[in-house]
C-alpha cells in the first residue's frame, strides 16, 4: 500500500484530485494518530501486531528451548521459571512451541489471504467493471460457495485436494472468495462511470489498463481493510482444521494442532498443554479483528460504528 | 403466501444444483485418483482398478455425474469404507444428535444475545453497552475448540457441576425410544425424567461453547438495528405521544429491528454449522461432524461427500426458512412478493 492511496477515503478518490495541502506522509502519520488518540485500543492492537510479527520473524532464534526435543524426564510439568509455558506429554517446552509456531500461522493465514486478494479482488473489479456475463459467472461462482456452511467446505476441498498445508491454504482462500468479491466488486462498479475513469478512456487507455491502473489503485485501501478484517478469521479456520487433524503433522509445532495434543491432558487436569497454544490463537485471532476495525476507522470513517 | 413460498423455492433450485455439482467435482476432477481415495490407504493395483470400474469412473464425466445425481435421488450416498455400512443410513442416524446440540445453541444464544443487544441500545454507553461491546469482539476471537476445551476444564475437572464429555448419555442411561431423535423430547414425552436430567447434563457445555461463538453477531446486529430504530421519527412519535417506554420498546421498536437480526441468523446458521464439527470433536459428540472428522483421518471418502451434502442442503433449507420468517415478520416483504 502505498501512503499516498492511504489518505484518499472512498468519496474523495472518486475524484481526480483530492486537495492535497501538506506533503502526504505527514497527513497519513496525522491521521494515523488522530485515529489512535481517538481508540486506544487501535494503538494496543498494533503493539500486539508487531509482537507477533516478531516472533514470526525471529520466534525460532530466540526460543530457549528445541520445539522439537522430547525430553522424557520432564514430561507434563506444570508452568514454572524453566518452563514458563509447562512441558507436554513427551516433555517438550510448551513455550517454545507456541513462539515457533506463530510463523506457522502466520504464513498460513498471509498466505491464503494473499492468494484470495489475488483471485478475488481480480474477478471481482472484473465483475464490477465488465459486468454482463463476468458479472453472471462470477457472481455464480461466489453463490455457489456461499450455498455452503464455509468451515465445512474448507473441510471437504481439504479432503479432497489431499491432507497437506497448502491444500489448507487452498481452503481458506476459497471460502473467503465470496466476500473479497462482493467488496471488490461494489467498489470498482461505483468508479465505473467516475471522471478520472472517462479522461483515462478518452486518453486512449484500454479497459485492461484502466482496470489494472486506474481503478485498481483506487480500491487498494478498502480492499488492505478487507484483507485485516479476513485475517483474524483465516487464522481461526486454518487452526480449526489442523484441531480436527487436517494439514499440520503432529510433530511440527502449529496451535490449533497444540490444543489437539492436549485436549487429551485437559481431562486428568494439565490444563496448561492446550491452555497456551489456545490463548495464543485468540490473542492473535483478537489483534487482527481490532486491528481491522481500526484500520477500516482510518480509511473509511463512515463506515465507524 | 403460497405463491410467494413457491416463488423462493423456484430460486433455491439453482443453488441447490450449483450444491450437487461442487460435491461431485469434489471427488471427480480435482487432482489425484478418486479410485485411489476410494480404495483407501492400503489398496492394490487390482482392487483400485475393480473400485474404478465399480464407481463408474472408466465412464465419461456427464455419464459420472448422470450416474451420482440418480444415486442421491434415490437416496444413495454411497458405502463407507472402514465400517462397509451405507453412508445415507449413518448420517440420518446421525443428525438428530447434531441438530438437537446445534438447535439448543442457537435458542441459548438468541436468549442471551438479543436482550443484551437490546439493553446495550437503550442504555448506550452503560455498563451493559460496553459489556455488549466486549463480548461481541471477544466472542468471533475465541476459537470454539478452545472455548470447548476450558469449559470441560472449569465445570468438569475444576468444578465437578458437568459429566465426563464421554458423548449424548451418562454411562448409565439408556437412550429414550426413539421417536423425534431429540433425547430432550424423547425422554420427556415417555415421562423418563432421569434421562432427560442426565441428557441435558451431557448437552449444556457443548450447547453453552456453540453459543459463546454465535452471540456476537446477534448480539451486535440487535444492538445496531435498536439503535437506528430507535432514532427514528416513529419511536419519537410514539415517545411523544405519551406511551411508557416499555411499550416503545418492545411493541414499536423492538419488531421493526428484528428484521436485519433475522437476516443475520443465515451467516450465524453458516458459523454453527461448521463450528459444530469442532465442538462435536472436543465433546466426543455422536454427531455427523465427528463422523465426517473420522472418516477425514482415515481417507474414506464417501462419507465425507455425504455430509459436505448433507450439510450444504440442511444450510440452503435454513436460509430459506429465514426468508419465509422474513414474511411472518414483516407485513411488507408479503406485499412486495
Redesign the interface.
Known amino acids: 500500500m502505498t501512503e499516498t492511496s492511504l489518505t484518499m477515503t472512498p468519496a474523495a478518490s472518486a475524484q481526480p484530485n483530492p486537495p492535497v495541502n501538506l506533503p502526504p506522509s505527514n497527513s497519513v502519520l496525522r491521521h494515523a494518530r488522530y485515529v489512535v488518540e481517538e481508540n486506544p485500543v487501535t494503538g494496543l492492537s498494533f503493539a500486539l501486531f508487531v509482537i507477533i510479527a516478531l516472533c514470526a520473524l525471529i520466534g525460532p532464534y530466540i526460543v530457549p528451548y528445541d520445539p522439537l526435543a522430547s525430553n522424557t524426564t520432564a514430561t507434563l510439568q506444570a508452568p514454572s521459571l524453566h518452563h514458563w509455558f509447562g512441558t507436554d506429554q513427551l516433555g517438550r517446552d510448551i513455550f517454545s512451541r507456541v513462539v515457533v509456531a506463530t510463523r506457522l500461522d502466520f504464513v498460513i493465514a498471509i498466505a491464503s489471504v494473499a492468494m484470495v486478494f489475488v483471485l478475488g479482488g481480480l474477478a471481482g473489479i472484473s465483475a464490477g467493471f465488465f459486468l454482463g456475463w463476468t458479472d453472471r459467472i462470477v457472481g455464480?461462482i461466489s453463490?455457489?460457495i456461499m450455498?455452503?456452511?464455509?468451515?465445512?467446505?474448507?473441510?471437504?476441498?481439504v479432503?479432497?485436494?489431499?491432507?497437506t498445508v497448502t491444500n489448507i491454504v487452498i481452503a481458506t482462500a476459497i471460502i473467503n472468495f465470496p466476500l473479497y468479491v462482493r467488496v471488490a466488486r461494489a467498489e470498482a462498479n461505483v468508479r465505473r462511470e467516475a471522471g478520472f475513469v472517462q479522461a483515462a478512456r478518452l486518453s486512449g487507455n484500454g479497459d485492461f489498463r484502466i482496470l489494472l491502473m486506474h481503478i485498481l489503485p483506487n480500491i487498494m485501501p478498502i480492499m488492505m481493510v478487507q484483507i485485516s478484517l479476513t485475517m483474524?478469521y483465516a487464522i481461526?479456520n486454518a487452526?480449526?482444521l489442523s484441531?480436527?487433524?487436517?494439514g499440520v503433522k503432529p510433530p511440527t509445532p502449529e496451535w490449533?494442532i497444540m490444543?489437539?495434543e492436549?485436549?487429551t491432558n485437559?481431562?486428568?487436569?494439565e490444563?496448561w498443554v492446550?491452555?497456551f497454544p489456545?490463548?495464543a490463537?485468540?490473542i492473535a485471532?483478537?489483534c487482527f479483528?481490532?486491528l481491522g476495525d481500526g484500520l477500516r476507522d482510518l480509511v473509511d470513517p463512515q463506515r465507524r460504528? | 403466501m403460497l405463491a410467494t413460498i413457491a416463488k423462493r423455492l423456484v430460486t433455491v433450485l439453482?443453488?441447490l444444483v450449483?450444491?450437487v455439482?461442487?460435491?461431485f467435482l469434489?471427488?471427480r476432477v480435482?487432482?489425484?485418483d478418486p479410485a485411489v481415495y476410494f480404495a483407501g490407504p492400503a489398496a492394490t493395483p487390482q482392487s483400485i482398478a475393480e473400485i474404478r470400474k465399480g464407481l463408474g469412473l472408466d465412464r465419461p464425466l456427464p455419464e459420472q455425474f448422470a450416474r451420482y445425481v440418480n444415486d442421491l435421488a434415490h437416496g444413495n450416498f454411497g458405502n463407507s469404507l472402514s465400517t462397509g455400512r451405507p453412508v445415507a443410513t449413518e448420517i440420518t442416524s446421525r443428525l438428530p444428535a447434531s441438530a438437537e446440540l446445534t438447535l439448543l445453541g442457537l435458542i441459548l444464544s438468541i436468549v442471551i444475545a438479543v436482550p443484551l443487544g437490546i439493553f446495550a441500545a437503550v442504555k448506550q454507553g452503560s455498563w451493559i453497552d460496553h459489556l455488549c461491546r466486549i463480548v461481541a469482539?471477544?466472542g468471533?476471537?475465541?476459537?470454539?475448540?478452545?472455548t470447548g476445551?476450558?469449559f470441560?476444564?472449569i465445570f468438569?475437572?475444576k468444578l465437578g457441576w458437568s459429566p465426563?464429555?464421554i458423548g449424548r448419555l451418562d454411562a448409565f442411561t439408556t437412550a429414550p425410544r426413539n421417536i423425534t431423535g431429540f433425547y430432550l423430547i424423547d425422554s420427556l414425552l415417555i415421562g423418563n425424567f432421569e434421562t432427560f436430567r442426565s441428557s441435558l447434563g451431557q448437552l449444556i457445555l457443548p450447547a453453552t461453547t456453540l453459543a459463546v461463538f454465535s452471540l456476537a453477531p446477534i448480539a451486535r446486529m440487535t444492538r445496531?438495528s435498536m439503535l437506528s430504530v430507535l432514532a427514528s421519527e416513529f419511536v419519537r412519535t410514539a415517545r411523544a405521544s405519551g406511551l411508557d417506554s416499555r411499550t416503545v420498546i418492545i411493541t414499536y421498536a423492538f419488531r421493526n429491528a428484528m428484521l436485519p437480526v433475522v437476516t443475520t441468523l443465515g451467516m450465524v446458521?453458516?458459523?454453527?454449522?461448521?463450528?459444530n464439527?469442532?465442538v462435536e470433536?472436543?465433546f466426543a459428540w455422536p454427531g455427523i461432524g465427528s463422523y465426517?472428522?473420522e472418516a477425514?483421518?482415515q481417507?474414506d471418502?464417501a462419507p465425507?461427500?455425504g455430509?459436505?451434502l448433507t450439510?450444504?442442503v440442511l444450510?440452503?433449507a435454513l436460509n430459506l426458512l429465514i426468508d419465509m420468517l422474513y414474511g411472518v415478520i414483516d407485513p411488507r416483504v408479503r406485499l412486495e412478493a
Not at chain 2, 140 to 146: A, E, T, Y
Open positions: 455464480r453463490d455457489t450455498a455452503f456452511p464455509l468451515f465445512v467446505l474448507a473441510m471437504g476441498i479432503a479432497a485436494l489431499g491432507n483474524g481461526l487452526a480449526g484441531f480436527i487433524g487436517l490449533g490444543v489437539a492436549g485436549a485437559i481431562i486428568s487436569g490444563w492446550a491452555f489456545g490463548a490463537l485468540m485471532v483478537f479483528n481490532l460504528t | 439453482p443453488t450449483g450444491v455439482i461442487v460435491t469434489l471427488t480435482l487432482p489425484g469482539t471477544a468471533v476471537s475465541l476459537p470454539v475448540f478452545f476445551l476450558l470441560v476444564y468438569y475437572f465426563a464429555p445496531a446458521f453458516s458459523f454453527l454449522l461448521g463450528a464439527v469442532l470433536k472436543v465426517a472428522v477425514l483421518l481417507s471418502f465425507v461427500q455430509f459436505v450439510m450444504a444450510y440452503v
